[in-house]
């Protein structure tokens, strides 16, 4: 890959030309301590230490968003959103957007708002409990600035570069800097399935799960965590049908039409948090979906940690 260099003020550059035709967003630290993403104004306002306690998929993939209105006979599809530029982006959440994009490949409104969206990824600080999955590719971006150095990884990334003409030295071959936290390998896709049905009854899930308040903290940070609701509601004569961000540690996740639930405990459900992040759903099976920022258990009142769990299963059960 080709990196070339950038003056100091490069980012506030980038950030102007950027504002141009997209609405900049960037995580930052608020005065009440919690890192969120918000309109970015100033490229020294990102967050370089903090991920966003909500990461970039409530930018795709917003907690409540209308899929279709009905009034009368006319039906109204959903509002188009402007291009969004997303800045400062950590490697963990690229490769949390990159899951994303091949979970929701089919969906014509996540790809409304995927497909313009500009992402600029930042190195990253070492994080309280966040670790990197090894990964030899580096995240997709649009274009990843370190310092004096910036990288595209897209057409229109070196398309933007473009604009800013002899401002930046000639392109030479180097590597965007890794994540600077340890990597922790996970164990192989076929161990992993082994684990998950031989631990069934290990006590650690009886005991983690007696901590586990259901209150579904841990899915809702996590960048890659997708499950969603379909809502009808009916008000002034529309009928509005909405999708809202759904959690598989609720009661009300896994419960049908007839009244039975099929994981209604939450040793159930922690089983089945473990089965998708780690051996993969669906058209995915068998792609680890954790990206180790470390969220979940972070924001866990009870401090669990999802990697923590994993990590102490493989060494009981001895893989
Ligand atoms: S499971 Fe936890 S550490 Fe893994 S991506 Fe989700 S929030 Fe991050
Ligand atoms: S955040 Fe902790 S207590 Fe809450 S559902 Fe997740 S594991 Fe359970």
Not at 113 to 128: D, H, I, N, W
Not at 276 to 293: A, D, E, Q, T, Y
């Amino acid at each position: 890959m080709f990196c070339r260099t950038c003056p100091d003020d490069f980012g506030d550059r980038l950030l102007q030309a950027l504002a141009v035709d997209h609405q900049v967003l960037g995580a930052q630290q608020g005065s009440d301590g919690v890192c969120r993403i918000a309109p970015l104004h100033r490229w020294g306002d990102l967050s370089r230490e903090n991920l966003p306690l909500l990461p970039a998929k409530k930018v795709v993939l917003p907690p409540q968003e209308t899929l279709w209105t009905l009034e009368g006979e006319d039906y109204h599809p959903p509002e188009t959103p402007g291009p969004l530029a997303l800045l400062g982006v950590f490697s963990c959440d690229l490769f949390a957007l990159d899951y994303l994009d091949r979970a929701f490949a089919e969906d014509s409104l996540y790809r409304s708002r995927r497909q313009p969206l500009f992402l600029v990824g930042t190195p990253c600080l070492p994080g309280e409990g966040c670790f990197c999955p090894t990964s030899s590719a580096p995240p997709p971006f649009d274009l990843f600035v370190d310092h004096n150095r910036v990288w595209a990884g897209s057409t229109r990334g070196r398309e933007l570069l473009e604009v800013f003409g002899g401002v930046l030295g000639t392109a030479e071959e180097a590597e965007p800097p890794k994540p600077s936290q340890e990597e922790r390998p996970f164990p192989p896709a076929a161990s992993l399935a082994r684990l998950h049905r031989e631990s069934a009854a290990d006590p650690l899930w009886f005991e983690t799960a007696r901590r586990c308040l259901s209150c579904g903290a841990c899915s809702a940070v996590c960048p890659t965590c997708a499950c969603f609701d379909v809502v009808d509601t009916v008000a002034g004569g529309k009928v509005h049908r909405r999708r809202q961000w759904d959690n598989c540690f609720f009661t009300s996740h896994a419960l049908v039409a007839g009244g039975h639930n099929f994981r209604p405990t939450r040793k159930e459900r922690l089983r089945f948090r473990f089965e998708h992040k780690f051996l993969g759903f669906g058209p995915l099976r068998g792609v680890v979906s954790c990206v180790g920022c470390g969220r979940c258990g972070r924001n866990c009142p009870v401090d669990i940690d999802i990697s923590k769990v994993l990590q102490a299963l493989v060494e009981r059960e001895g893989l």
